[in-house]
């Protein structure tokens, strides 16, 4: 059972390129979010999804791109990077509505 | 604009001592609340929460208080552990909105031996 599992743990990208940050989550649950942690910003709500094919955008959500096909997976799409995207990047599922359970995060530099 | 606020960047205490950590939220509609604990290089963890509808929640050492007419919670560690030290985030949530926690800042703890 692993809970949830972001892939790479690490990446450096050019500013311009794409990219596919990977979420995979075992638990069945309904609710997934991502967030970027900044220093002096906590963590920012990217976007989120209340089920298969439903997402909506949360605080942050310019330069990204999500989708929900299954319920297992919640991938993030850099569009086209830039520095300021340079951060950590958390996905979440959810225990019922609020409880969250984090990946270990993903570590994005952009130059 | 900021919803939910800790104001404090960072706090030390002594070994055995409490830890008192401070969040503030602006939105009305925010009716569950909860506390996660960050160390460096994983993902945050859950650590206790508390519904609009109670005042407090204790948790063996950990125990969160909720004052909602000044929109204000805090989290009270006692007593206080070395292994308490870690980056503490302050969580709110409309209830009728799933999936959609708002962190705070979060509050670097350092306890000191």
């Known amino acids: 059972n692993a809970g949830v599992t972001q892939t790479p743990k690490f990446q450096v990208l050019k500013t311009g390129q794409s990219m596919t940050l990977q979420c995979a989550q075992d638990?069945?649950?309904?609710?997934m979010s991502w967030y970027r942690q900044d220093p002096g910003m906590g963590l920012r709500l990217i976007h989120y999804?209340?089920?298969?094919?439903?997402?909506d955008q949360g605080e942050v959500p310019n330069g990204y791109n999500v989708s929900r096909s299954t319920t297992e997976d919640f991938p993030l799409r850099l569009l086209s990077a830039a520095p300021s995207q340079t951060s950590v990047y958390f996905c979440?599922?959810?225990?019922?509505?609020?409880?969250?359970?984090f990946g270990q995060g993903t570590r994005l530099t952009v130059v | 604009d900021q919803q939910v606020k800790q104001n404090s960047p960072s706090l030390s205490v002594q070994e055995g001592r409490i830890s008192i950590l401070n969040c503030d939220y602006t939105?009305?509609?925010?009716?569950?609340f909860l506390w996660y604990k960050k160390y460096p290089a994983e993902g945050p963890t859950f650590l206790i929460s508390?519904?609009?509808?109670?005042d407090k929640n204790e948790d063996g050492r950990f125990t969160v208080f909720l004052n909602k007419s000044a929109k204000h919670l805090s989290l009270h560690i006692v007593p206080s552990q070395p292994g308490d030290s870690a980056v503490y985030f302050c969580?709110?949530?409309?209830?009728?909105?799933?999936?959609?926690?708002?962190f705070g800042q979060g509050t670097e703890l350092s306890v000191k031996p």
């Open positions: 939105n009305s509609m925010f009716d569950y």
């Open positions: 969580a709110a949530s409309d209830s009728q909105q799933g999936g959609k926690l708002i």
């Open positions: 508390i519904s609009s509808i109670k």
């Open positions: 999804s209340v089920g298969a094919g439903i997402t």
């Open positions: 979440a599922t959810y225990r019922g509505i609020d409880e969250a359970f």
């Open positions: 638990m069945n649950h309904e609710y």
